[in-house]
């Protein structure tokens, strides 16, 4: 049977030459990059190449990037470490309620620490506007934190715009790239932000590559203590191979990031043009124009997503509902809650990621068989009459 | 004292030029929050950048720069000028006295 990956979102393959350019870096060149022999020495240059790939994929100079292992842990950094060098001045943060959970739970730790934290709401799309941003600002803020593209909705937020706002009153930005370092064009200084997060699987890179950019002069406080790997400011001996895999990796999104995007794009309208004219009762999730180029999502009523999951996986088709967290905890998704998605409907959320992989092929092959794969659930729904006797039948009111 | 009730030893105090106001500095360097040897390494790489009897002032809040930094510029033949307390931080100035 044909087996198709659409959970890029989840992760993605590690590109060919990603894994050649770090294969050196297990054997011959080992050694620890802080030693002062020519073999570390290598390996000392190879992290500084990548740097550069690195700071050079968002227009960032080397000094402004800052390895760490998961897109995880720079939120976690980028957040308690600009919280806690700046509460001096003030102990007011705002983000969003379409975070990923590593911001989401990240704040609620800094609020059992004596933060206050606003969640702005976002309208239907996803979207955030930026005058609620303005508007929640106090003498208090001393960090804003929001995503710049959604795992789970695909949604890209005016990132640039709320920076406008941010920069004219001074308080430090920092935007959650994960889904969108890499896969569509970003230059920092054009956002405007303070600080970003990026992941190298996010972009046909290895996992435990990961990088935090700092703006020049932006004071941060450590997350690890010790020795003095990335400048003092992330202790632990580097990942050699992961980092240099990142390096190669952020060379190749940033030369071929208009084809890539060339390829993906179509694709995804093909997905979401035959979900939405042959699937009934369907609805897609996220903005439908300012959203990642490869990214489809839905939510389907009366089915349930892990019974989708495990229908299309009987068919070959690997995806995934909601973000990778959510989907096996089996919670309802706060993202989709605050796009106005009631809690019954969220129930039936897919989303589907394609990449550099995905054929033309591939797509028609899942285009013939989802709503055939919906068909046969529906057909063994209890609710096949709609909703009755569950609450909020209003939830179509967006279609 | 120093700015979180560090205290110094005499030897060490004497060493100390503690200032009453900022001396002016052709460069600068914000270390603020990095720990030791953070001060010593970011030394010795900002004063290969500047020139000759140029200052270099550097900000840190870390309080065993108070004994390294002096000792630094004793070892490597550097001018060290004084130590600066602000609220949060030290800012320590020295003069560039040799390549």
């Not at chain 1, 402004?64 to 943060?93: C, D, P, R």
């Not at chain 1, 993906?264 to 035959?274: D, E, M, V, W, Y």
Request: aromatic share 8%.
């Amino acid at each position: 049977m044909k087996k198709i990956y659409m959970d890029y979102a989840g992760t993605n393959p590690t590109h060919p030459a990603v894994l050649d350019s770090m294969m050196p870096y297990f054997k011959e060149h080992f050694a620890n990059p802080l030693s002062i022999y020519e073999p570390a020495l290598k390996a000392r240059e190879a992290i500084e190449n990548a740097r550069q790939s690195t700071a050079s994929l968002i227009n960032a100079k080397p000094a402004e990037i800052i390895f760490t292992s998961s897109g995880a842990e720079s939120n976690n950094f980028a957040l308690k470490g600009i919280a806690y060098a700046n509460q001096k001045k003030g102990s007011h943060i705002i983000t969003s309620r379409m975070e990923h959970h590593s911001i989401l739970n990240t704040v609620r730790f800094l609020e059992k620490s004596g933060f206050r934290v606003t969640y702005l709401n976002v309208d239907n799309n996803g979207v955030i506007d930026p005058s609620d941003v303005e508007k929640a600002i106090t003498d208090e803020t001393i960090l804003i934190s929001l995503i710049h593209a959604s795992p789970e909705i695909g949604t890209i937020e005016p990132i640039a715009e709320i920076a406008k706002i941010t920069n004219k009153k001074g308080i430090i930005f920092h935007t959650d790239a994960v889904s969108s370092a890499g896969n569509i064009p970003i230059d920092v200084k054009e956002l405007g932000v303070d600080l970003l997060t990026l992941s190298a699987h996010q972009f046909y890179g290895p996992k435990g590559a990961a990088a935090l950019y700092l703006k020049e002069g932006t004071r941060i406080i450590p997350l690890i203590y010790g020795g003095i790997q990335e400048g003092g400011r992330r202790a632990g001996t580097e990942n050699v191979p992961a980092i240099v895999g990142m390096g190669k990796a952020a060379e190749l999104a940033e030369s071929e990031m208009m084809d890539r995007i060339k390829h993906l794009a179509p694709l995804r309208n093909k997905i979401i043009s035959n979900t939405l004219n042959k699937v009934k009762k369907v609805m897609l999730t996220g903005h439908p124009k300012e959203r990642l180029p490869g990214h489809a999502s839905f939510v389907v009523e009366y089915i349930e997503g892990e019974a989708m999951l495990l229908l299309l996986e009987g068919n070959g088709i690997y995806c995934a509902s909601g973000s990778a967290c959510t989907s096996r905890a089996l919670k309802s998704s706060p993202v989709l809650a605050s796009i106005g998605v009631p809690d019954h409907i969220a129930q039936g959320s897919v989303v589907f990621t394609i990449g550099q992989e995905t054929t033309e092929e591939d797509i028609d092959y899942f285009n013939e068989t989802f709503p055939k794969v919906i068909g046969k659930l529906r057909e063994m729904s209890p609710f096949t009459k709609g909703w009755e006797g569950l609450e909020d039948p209003e939830c179509t009111a967006k279609k | 004292m120093g700015i979180a009730g560090y205290k110094l030893n005499n030897q060490v105090n004497s060493q100390l030029n503690f200032l009453d106001k900022p001396i002016k500095a052709d460069a600068t360097t914000d270390i603020i929050y990095m720990m030791c040897p953070m001060h010593l390494l970011t030394i010795k790489k900002k004063i290969k950048e500047i020139d000759l009897d140029q200052v270099l002032a550097v900000l840190t809040d870390y309080e065993g720069a108070l004994e390294d930094i002096p000792a630094w510029c004793e070892i490597s033949g550097n001018e060290f000028l004084g130590v600066l307390e602000e609220e949060d931080h030290y800012t320590f100035y020295l003069r560039k006295l040799k390549e």
